[in-house]
């Protein structure tokens, strides 16, 4: 149990929507990461957010999109959805040197 | 470039057999972390041991053990008399402050009863 939650749990969405996700810690870390981990790959770094602001990205598009709240909660956008945008989405809380605390993920269906 | 390697893409035992998965890493950093994560059928991402680019010493968990040699940039990790509870999908990834943390693509373990 990580005290990390997301919602939520499952999402079908249809080409050319747009998606938020959620994602809470019980811990108060002011790190946040989101990961997309497509069927039988591994977890593929979208950003991270430090104090609100984002201070690291990975290969996505910028229709990859992220806030993160004064409590350190956060969200992830995904606008104008692709068929491969399907995936379980992971977030993480705890930055790049220290243990990362992974919510059980949304997985995102799009049709 | 960074990037991590899990030449294992699955393994089968019989329960109480040792197994050992392998990791091989790429980066130019000289400060990096190394983490073995494990992932279950429900999904969640468990964290099982993180080391830094400084510390070579091998550790030791209950029936888990990591092996890190920086000569070879391998960090391993053996499963002692395995169990049918450690059946997962085991990643290991790599944090860098340039491309932040990188999985491998992930070594599936069946363990069978």
């Known amino acids: 149990e990580t005290g990390v939650t997301q919602s939520p749990t499952h999402l079908i969405k249809t080409r050319g929507q747009q998606v938020t996700l959620r994602c809470s810690s019980q811990?108060?870390?002011?790190?946040v990461s989101w990961y997309q981990q497509a069927l039988g790959q591994g977890p593929q770094f979208i950003f991270q957010y430090y104090r609100e602001e984002e201070n690291g990205r990975g290969n996505f598009p910028p229709r990859f999109s992220g806030l993160q709240f004064p409590n350190y909660s956060s969200e992830l956008n995904v606008n104008a959805l692709e068929l491969d945008d399907s995936a379980l989405y992971l977030c993480?809380?705890?930055?790049?040197?220290?243990?990362?605390?992974f919510g059980p993920g949304t997985r995102l269906t799009v049709t | 470039a960074q990037k991590v390697t899990q030449a294992q893409t699955e393994i089968s035992v019989v329960e109480k057999e040792d197994v050992t998965l392998d990791c091989v890493y790429e980066?130019?950093?000289?400060?990096?972390?190394l983490f073995w994560y494990k992932q279950p059928p429900s999904g969640e991402l468990v964290f099982l041991i993180r080391?830094?680019?400084?510390?070579?010493q091998n550790e030791i968990s209950g029936r888990y053990s990591w092996n890190f040699q920086k000569s070879t940039s391998s960090f391993n990790f053996t499963i002692t008399a395995s169990q049918v509870v450690d059946s997962a999908v085991y990643f290991c990834?790599?944090?860098?402050?340039?491309?932040?943390?990188?999985f491998g693509p992930g070594t599936s373990l069946s363990v069978i009863p």
């Open positions: 811990s108060g870390h002011n790190t």
């Open positions: 990834a790599l944090g860098t402050s340039y491309d932040k943390v990188i």
């Open positions: 980066t130019r950093d000289t400060t990096y972390y």
């Open positions: 080391r830094n680019s400084f510390d070579e």
């Open positions: 993480a809380f705890g930055g790049y040197s220290y243990e990362q605390y």
